[in-house]
């Protein structure tokens, strides 16, 4: 009688073979899964559309009623006319730069984020899916309320010193830039976020250091101060949704650029941890 220790290692038939390459298959982490995974959360999560909700209602808002309290005679006629219409997006980013911060600093205060990174172990696809589909998301949203809300009020305006059109010089350009520079603020938000890894500590980061910082600077009697503060990120972002560039702006290329590697740089700072400290 032969035990079974005896017995020869039975080799797997080419159909386990297959089964097992696709089971590793079905299981093996890509970009397009991290992607989907990312999305899925955000969608999924209540403070997402509340957020957003609350942004396009806040610039839809305040853009009509702007367009329906204006007079010709009122002094104003020297503002821009995005600039004027768009008003509201200084309440539309504050939502949107809070959400940002919750994407990221919200996963640390609930412990999700250890799932997320026992799910990639290489971590970095985590943070970079996060910011291409937030990125995506508040950009699609902002602008399709910008460009809503300047032709709503618009109509409103057309009979005023305020009146003007998409195909007009700059103001095609300063819509798209209104709804750029929304984005790129709000993912400077979400890098601080992954950076901070606190919902309270990155907001006041935010506020302290991107809205509060500039304008105390703008107080030191500097030109080359007064010159740098024009590319820090409220000032480009405010450079983008102009029509016609104010004396002292920066231009519109160099606004761009600045807040993209403002972007960068807090998405840069937040990978460099991530790689480095534990969840």
Same mark, same amino acid.
């Given at each position: 009688m032969t035990t079974a220790a005896g017995r020869p290692a039975r080799l797997p038939t080419p159909h386990?073979?297959?089964?097992q390459h696709q089971h590793q298959h079905q299981h093996r982490v890509t970009a397009t899964r991290v992607l989907r995974s990312e999305w899925h959360k955000l969608r999924s999560l209540r403070s997402s559309w509340i957020t957003l909700v609350s942004a396009s209602a806040?610039?839809?808002?305040?853009?009509?009623?702007?367009?329906?309290?204006?007079t010709s005679d009122g002094g104003d006629s020297d503002v821009d006319p995005v600039v004027l219409v768009l008003y509201g997006s200084v309440l539309g980013t504050l939502c949107t730069v809070v959400l940002g911060v919750l994407v990221t600093a919200g996963e640390y205060s609930t412990g999700l984020i250890r799932a997320s990174l026992t799910a990639v172990p290489r971590r970095l696809p985590v943070l970079w899916a996060k910011a291409a589909v937030f990125t995506v998301t508040v950009f699609v949203v902002m602008f399709t309320t910008d460009l809503l809300t300047f032709v709503a009020a618009q109509l409103l305006l057309h009979e005023t010193d305020q009146?003007?059109?998409? #195909?007009?010089? %700059?103001? =095609?350009?300063?819509? +798209?830039?209104?709804?750029?520079g929304i984005t790129l603020l709000s993912v400077i938000a979400l890098g601080l976020g992954a950076l901070i890894r606190s919902v309270? #500590?990155?907001? %006041?980061? =935010?506020?302290?250091? +991107?809205?509060?910082?500039?304008?105390?600077l703008t107080m030191l009697p500097y030109d080359a101060v007064q010159s740098a503060v024009t590319y820090?990120?409220?000032?480009?972002? %405010?450079?983008?949704?102009?029509?016609?560039p104010l004396p002292g702006e920066a231009p519109v290329g160099g606004a761009l650029l600045a807040l993209c590697l403002w972007a960068a740089a807090a998405l840069g700072s937040a990978a460099l941890l991530l790689r480095r400290r534990d969840a």
């Open positions: 386990q073979h297959q089964h806040l610039v839809l808002a305040i853009g009509l009623v702007m367009g329906a309290t204006y009146a003007a059109s998409l #195909g007009d010089p %700059g103001v =095609f350009r300063a819509v +798209v830039g209104n709804s750029v309270p #500590g990155a907001i %006041g980061a =935010f506020i302290g250091g +991107v809205m509060v910082l500039p304008e105390i820090f990120p409220t000032q480009a972002a %405010g450079a983008l949704g102009s029509a016609t």
